[in-house]
């Protein structure tokens, strides 16, 4: 089976009608996700935080393989989709899979954006933006803290 191509036009209608059904729940406590993530793991992904420009772990790595959310473990992007974006966070222009991944109207800051996180633990992994590369042209940028290599 194929993966649908996610565009600008799915993600957009993600935020105003509901996201896809996940494929599975995973809900701990704050204790739990403190108990398994470090300090700033936690910081960035149950609260939203933002790691530095240019100081995570993936930021320039290419190897090819999967990679995986930090909280619960699901498989979320493939090293075929991930591009140098020059932001200083790694950039994917689709996910494995369209359920894995929730769209959130983001408002914060003064700014009109679109948290991504995921679908599954709700772990905060970035924002997306439409000035990604074709065919998608979509950007996924995402913490690499919110992110384990699988």
Not at 82 to 94: A, D, I, Y
Not at 116 to 131: E, I, K, M, R, S
Request: with cysteine.
């Amino acid at each position: 089976m194929e993966t649908k191509t996610i565009t600008w036009k799915d993600v957009i209608h993600y935020t105003q009608a509901g996201n896809p059904t996940p494929p599975k729940r995973v809900e701990k406590t704050t204790a739990e996700w403190k108990g398994q993530l470090t300090d700033e793991q936690y910081y960035v992904t149950r609260q939203h935080g933002t790691e530095r420009p240019g100081s995570g772990e993936f930021c320039s790595k290419f190897e090819p393989g999967l990679y995986a959310c930090a909280c619960c473990g699901t498989t979320l992007f493939d090293s075929g989709q991930k591009f140098e974006s020059g932001t200083g966070w790694p950039s994917f222009t689709q996910p494995v899979e369209e359920d894995v991944i929730k769209y959130i109207a983001d408002k914060s800051f003064g700014m009109v954006r679109v948290e991504v996180q995921c679908n599954v633990c709700d772990c905060h992994l970035g924002h997306v933006f439409p000035d990604g590369p074709k065919p998608s042209g979509l950007r996924y940028c995402v913490n690499s803290l919110s992110l384990v290599k699988v």
